[in-house]
Protein backbone atom coordinates (compact mmCIF):
# COMPACT_ATOMS: atom_id res chain seq x y z
CA UNK A 1 0.00 0.00 0.00
CA UNK A 2 0.72 3.39 -1.08
CA UNK A 3 -0.01 6.79 0.94
CA UNK A 4 -0.38 10.30 -1.10
CA UNK A 5 -1.53 13.71 0.17
CA UNK A 6 -3.33 16.28 -1.47
CA UNK A 7 -4.45 19.89 -0.69
CA UNK A 8 -6.86 21.10 -3.24
CA UNK A 9 -8.66 23.57 -1.34
CA UNK A 10 -11.69 22.37 0.54
CA UNK A 11 -11.00 18.94 2.34
CA UNK A 12 -14.66 17.75 1.91
CA UNK A 13 -14.63 17.87 -1.95
CA UNK A 14 -10.65 16.47 -2.28
CA UNK A 15 -11.83 13.47 0.07
CA UNK A 16 -15.31 12.77 -1.95
CA UNK A 17 -13.35 12.27 -5.33
CA UNK A 18 -10.68 10.04 -4.28
CA UNK A 19 -12.73 8.25 -2.16
CA UNK A 20 -15.08 7.09 -5.53
CA UNK A 21 -11.69 5.78 -7.34
CA UNK A 22 -10.92 2.14 -7.52
CA UNK A 23 -7.74 1.49 -5.87
CA UNK A 24 -8.19 4.14 -3.51
CA UNK A 25 -8.06 1.91 0.05
CA UNK A 26 -8.83 5.02 2.51
CA UNK A 27 -9.17 8.98 2.05
CA UNK A 28 -9.21 10.83 5.76
CA UNK A 29 -9.19 14.29 5.59
CA UNK A 30 -7.09 16.75 7.98
CA UNK A 31 -4.30 19.09 8.20
CA UNK A 32 -1.22 19.11 6.75
CA UNK A 33 2.45 21.93 6.39
CA UNK A 34 1.41 24.14 9.45
CA UNK A 35 3.67 24.98 12.08
CA UNK A 36 1.35 24.25 15.28
CA UNK A 37 1.13 20.66 17.07
CA UNK A 38 -2.58 19.17 16.84
CA UNK A 39 -4.37 21.86 15.09
CA UNK A 40 -8.27 22.14 15.02
CA UNK A 41 -10.58 23.15 12.71
CA UNK A 42 -11.52 26.37 13.22
CA UNK A 43 -7.58 27.18 13.94
CA UNK A 44 -6.60 26.02 10.88
CA UNK A 45 -9.58 28.45 8.96
CA UNK A 46 -8.22 31.40 11.04
CA UNK A 47 -5.20 30.61 8.86
CA UNK A 48 -2.71 31.51 11.44
CA UNK A 49 -1.40 27.62 11.85
CA UNK A 50 -0.25 27.39 8.19
CA UNK A 51 -1.80 24.53 7.89
CA UNK A 52 -3.78 23.27 4.39
CA UNK A 53 -6.68 21.45 4.70
CA UNK A 54 -5.79 17.88 3.12
CA UNK A 55 -6.46 14.66 2.49
CA UNK A 56 -4.53 10.98 3.01
CA UNK A 57 -4.98 8.80 0.85
CA UNK A 58 -3.83 5.17 0.86
CA UNK A 59 -4.34 3.31 -2.29
CA UNK A 60 -3.14 0.52 -4.08
CA UNK A 61 -0.46 1.41 -6.66
CA UNK A 62 -0.95 -2.19 -8.57
CA UNK A 63 -4.84 -0.64 -8.96
CA UNK A 64 -4.33 2.83 -9.59
CA UNK A 65 -1.22 4.79 -10.39
CA UNK A 66 0.29 7.69 -8.35
CA UNK A 67 0.19 9.38 -11.79
CA UNK A 68 -3.93 8.88 -12.14
CA UNK A 69 -4.31 10.33 -8.84
CA UNK A 70 -1.91 13.66 -9.76
CA UNK A 71 -4.55 13.27 -12.86
CA UNK A 72 -7.60 13.91 -10.63
CA UNK A 73 -5.94 16.01 -8.73
CA UNK A 74 -5.30 18.83 -11.39
CA UNK A 75 -8.10 18.29 -13.52
CA UNK A 76 -10.29 18.44 -10.36
CA UNK A 77 -9.25 21.92 -8.45
CA UNK A 78 -7.82 25.01 -9.85
CA UNK A 79 -3.84 24.25 -9.40
CA UNK A 80 -3.47 28.36 -10.48
CA UNK A 81 -4.78 30.62 -7.65
CA UNK A 82 -2.82 31.24 -4.80
CA UNK A 83 -4.45 30.41 -1.45
CA UNK A 84 -7.94 30.18 -2.77
CA UNK A 85 -10.91 27.65 -4.64
CA UNK A 86 -13.47 29.19 -5.97
CA UNK A 87 -14.54 31.40 -2.53
CA UNK A 88 -12.60 29.44 0.01
CA UNK A 89 -10.12 31.89 0.55
CA UNK A 90 -6.93 31.76 2.83
CA UNK A 91 -3.46 29.29 2.93
CA UNK A 92 -5.55 26.44 4.83
CA UNK A 93 -7.45 26.39 1.12
CA UNK A 94 -3.83 26.37 -0.98
CA UNK A 95 -3.01 23.94 -3.70
CA UNK A 96 -0.27 21.39 -2.66
CA UNK A 97 1.39 17.89 -2.95
CA UNK A 98 3.01 16.59 -0.15
CA UNK A 99 5.33 13.88 -1.42
CA UNK A 100 6.13 10.75 0.42
CA UNK A 101 9.58 10.11 -0.93
CA UNK A 102 11.63 11.12 -4.01
CA UNK A 103 9.88 9.24 -6.53
CA UNK A 104 6.85 10.96 -5.39
CA UNK A 105 8.47 14.43 -5.75
CA UNK A 106 9.79 13.84 -9.73
CA UNK A 107 6.55 12.32 -10.63
CA UNK A 108 4.66 15.55 -9.24
CA UNK A 109 7.49 17.64 -11.08
CA UNK A 110 7.44 15.86 -14.47
CA UNK A 111 3.08 15.56 -14.24
CA UNK A 112 3.69 19.76 -13.67
CA UNK A 113 6.47 20.17 -16.23
CA UNK A 114 3.87 18.65 -18.61
CA UNK A 115 1.02 20.47 -18.15
CA UNK A 116 2.92 23.43 -18.26
CA UNK A 117 4.30 22.31 -21.70
CA UNK A 118 0.84 21.20 -23.31
CA UNK A 119 -0.31 24.49 -22.14
CA UNK A 120 -3.37 22.87 -19.53
CA UNK A 121 -4.11 25.97 -17.88
CA UNK A 122 -4.43 29.70 -19.10
CA UNK A 123 -2.41 30.32 -16.02
CA UNK A 124 0.50 29.34 -14.34
CA UNK A 125 0.22 26.47 -11.55
CA UNK A 126 1.15 27.69 -8.25
CA UNK A 127 1.02 24.19 -6.44
CA UNK A 128 3.60 24.05 -3.75
CA UNK A 129 5.45 20.63 -3.54
CA UNK A 130 6.44 20.04 -0.12
CA UNK A 131 8.22 16.95 1.40
CA UNK A 132 5.29 15.12 3.69
CA UNK A 133 5.88 15.70 7.57
CA UNK A 134 3.51 15.08 9.55
CA UNK A 135 -0.15 14.92 9.47
CA UNK A 136 -3.31 15.40 11.89
CA UNK A 137 -6.73 13.74 11.48
CA UNK A 138 -9.68 16.15 11.04
CA UNK A 139 -12.54 16.33 13.37
CA UNK A 140 -15.01 13.14 12.98
CA UNK A 141 -17.61 15.43 11.54
CA UNK A 142 -15.56 16.65 8.29
CA UNK A 143 -14.99 12.78 7.43
CA UNK A 144 -16.71 11.45 4.83
CA UNK A 145 -19.19 15.19 5.01
CA UNK A 146 -20.40 15.31 1.41
CA UNK A 147 -21.96 11.58 1.51
CA UNK A 148 -23.75 12.28 5.31
CA UNK A 149 -24.83 16.20 3.74
CA UNK A 150 -25.83 15.94 -0.35
CA UNK A 151 -28.40 18.62 -0.09
CA UNK A 152 -26.40 21.05 2.49
CA UNK A 153 -26.10 23.93 0.19
CA UNK A 154 -22.06 24.14 0.25
CA UNK A 155 -22.11 20.43 -0.92
CA UNK A 156 -24.73 21.09 -3.65
CA UNK A 157 -23.28 24.12 -5.17
CA UNK A 158 -19.24 22.96 -4.82
CA UNK A 159 -18.84 19.62 -4.58
CA UNK A 160 -21.54 18.06 -6.39
CA UNK A 161 -20.04 19.49 -10.35
CA UNK A 162 -16.51 18.21 -9.00
CA UNK A 163 -18.36 14.56 -8.62
CA UNK A 164 -20.15 15.11 -11.92
CA UNK A 165 -17.02 15.96 -13.66
CA UNK A 166 -14.69 13.07 -11.63
CA UNK A 167 -17.65 10.69 -13.01
CA UNK A 168 -17.49 11.76 -16.41
CA UNK A 169 -13.57 11.75 -17.10
CA UNK A 170 -12.77 9.29 -15.00
CA UNK A 171 -15.78 6.56 -15.24
CA UNK A 172 -13.45 3.31 -16.71
CA UNK A 173 -11.88 4.47 -12.69
CA UNK A 174 -14.45 4.98 -10.24
CA UNK A 175 -15.38 1.69 -7.69
CA UNK A 176 -18.37 -0.13 -8.43
CA UNK A 177 -21.01 -0.32 -5.15
Not at 18 to 24: A, H, T, Y
Not at 49 to 66: K, L, M, P, R, Y
Request: glycine residues 6%; neutral net charge.
Amino acid sequence: MALATFAGGCFWCTETLFSRLRGVLKTIPGYTGGHIKNPAYREVCSGRTGHAECVQIEFNADEISFDTLLAVFFDTHDSTTLNRQGNDIGTQYRSGVFYHDLEQKKQIEAFIKNLEANKAFPDPIVTEITPFETFYNAEVEHHDYYNLNKNQPYCAAVISPKVKKLLKHYSSKIKTL
